[in-house]
């Protein structure tokens, strides 16, 4: 038998939340009273009924007696228990001032940093925008000019731009309605086999060490020479792990010793640029760095954000690398 005070918390409940039985007459917009007892829908901290697992859920954010984090379906003895919860658990994104968690870290940032004057670098509170806009962002740190956001570093910064530029770059590949903002990102799509057009990142090594006959990006001490005289890349040739890669308790990879509690897993690294050669190069005959790199996108997205000497020679560079990279639009489209 329900408590009276069950009986009035489920009125309640039934009151804001509403019922799915009406009166018959189909003019009348009251509703039946509430099914009183129903255990499927039983709250364990206060042994009450509820018609609905709706109106349990609502019981269990609404009253004071309860502390729960929907969540991760916890429940805690106190609020001070809860906050602390939320404040250590890697799962959320909260602020304390306000006590409200956000979806992610991001939106919490941009929250502190926009109403309670926070800079993230110094992990410092102003007293007033303009003591932070004068006296220390703009003079101290690299600042998002799109959002108030602060970096580290250059590098961070440039990065970070890269996501508030307009996606107008459409990809060519048949039935593919995506678009990117930068060259670097549209490559990276179709290496990664998820274009509708299905092309792969074996498909876009090989297009450009056949379209780069003068190995300007193309390092050919990678490459393998074929009995026809052309050049492939090792890793043309793929990679499959078996149930041998089983080491106990995990499937291993033999290359890095990673481990993965799936086989699937495990392939889908082995297919991956996580142990691609890098037959692709900065070029420093147009006063690059040389440095190496596995992917196409990850060599495009260094001379887009162009760290090394390679900015002085930008126009040459795109100019070049726009010729090899043309033979690769055609590929499965």
């Given at each position: ?73 916890r429940e805690f003895v106190s ?76 590098n961070d910064l440039v990065h ?166 043309r033979g690769t639009r055609g590929?499965?489209?």
């Amino acid at each position: 038998m329900l408590s009276w005070f069950g009986v009035i918390v489920n009125w309640a409940q039934y009151l804001l939340n509403g019922s799915d039985t009406q009166c018959a007459d189909s003019d009348c917009t009251a509703f039946s009273p509430p099914q009183l007892v129903d255990p499927t829908h039983q709250c364990a901290a206060c042994n009450i009924n509820f018609v609905s697992a709706q109106a349990l859920a609502n019981q269990r954010t609404s009253f004071p007696v309860h502390y729960t984090c929907l969540q991760c379906n916890r429940e805690f003895v106190s609020l001070e228990a809860r906050k602390a919860h939320y404040t250590q658990s890697s799962h959320h994104h909260y602020c304390e001032i306000c006590d409200e968690d956000f979806e992610s870290e991001v939106k919490l940032d941009l929250h502190l940093e926009i109403f309670h004057l926070y800079c993230r670098v110094c992990d410092v509170f102003f007293p007033s925008q303009n003591d932070k806009d004068e006296n220390h962002a703009f003079n101290s740190h690299h600042y998002c000019p799109s959002c108030p956001r602060g970096f580290k570093t250059e590098n961070d910064l440039v990065h970070h731009v890269r996501t508030h530029l307009p996606k107008a770059l459409p990809c060519p590949g048949k039935k593919c309605n995506r678009s990117f903002a930068l060259p670097a990102d549209l490559i990276r799509h179709m290496e990664s086999g998820g274009c509708r057009s299905r092309v792969t990142r074996h498909d876009i090594d090989k297009a450009v060490i056949a379209y780069d006959r003068a190995r300007v990006i193309t390092d050919v001490s990678h490459l393998l020479l074929g009995s026809d005289g052309e050049y492939t890349t090792p890793s043309a040739a793929h990679v499959w792990a078996t149930n041998d890669s089983w080491n106990g308790s995990a499937f291993e990879c033999v290359v890095c010793h990673k481990t993965f509690q799936r086989l699937a897993h495990l392939n889908d690294h082995l297919q991956s640029p996580a142990h691609a050669d890098e037959i692709y190069k900065c070029p420093a005959a147009y006063g690059g760095c040389a440095a190496q790199f596995g992917t196409l996108s990850a060599l495009v997205q260094h001379v887009e954000i162009a760290t090394c000497g390679i900015s002085k020679f930008q126009g040459q560079v795109h100019t070049v690398m726009d010729k090899i990279t043309r033979g690769t639009r055609g590929l499965g489209f």
